[in-house]
């Protein structure tokens, strides 16, 4: 049975800038995606429209006709993504159980003191 993929899962690296080009330009033309992004990495025409497509699949990009070639917007801002991604890795951390948040705190250490100030206190105003 075919696993479906989770669209809040980590992107590849070419998706990120193919999203990261829609975030920065609003609506592009397929064409205008492969210039900036596909042209400059040596890609093929059909290896940028391949990318749109799978980002439109999993609900990261919107696809709307435009002649000869479809227009892509991102589907949602860099915030929204930021938020809807956050979530679906602290809902992964709680599936995990103790080791997924022993694992959290063990990194937390990394963190820029003013966010784990931020996280202290969400955690005192949830007793």
């Known amino acids: 049975m075919a696993r479906t993929k989770n669209p809040l ?3 590849g690296e070419l998706e990120s800038a193919i ?27 059909t290896t940028t429209l391949t990318v749109l497509q799978r980002l439109a ?10 002649g000869r070639s479809h227009i892509y917007s991102a589907a949602m801002t860099r915030e929204e993504y ?4 956050a979530g679906s890795l602290a809902a992964a951390l709680v599936e995990l159980g103790t ?3 022993s694992a959290f705190i063990a990194e937390a250490g990394r963190l820029d003191p003013d966010m784990v100030k931020q996280l202290r206190a969400q955690l005192r105003s949830r007793r």
Request: net charge positive; aromatic share 4%.
């Open 19 to 45: 999203l990261d080009a829609l975030w920065d330009a609003g609506d592009l033309a397929t064409p205008e995606v492969h210039e900036r992004v596909g042209v400059p990495r040596g890609l093929s025409y």
């Open 57 to 66: 699949a999993k609900g990261l990009a919107a696809r709307r006709g435009g």
């Open 9 to 11: 899962q980590p992107l």
């Open 99 to 101: 080791s997924g948040v």
């Open 82 to 85: 930021a938020g809807k991604r």
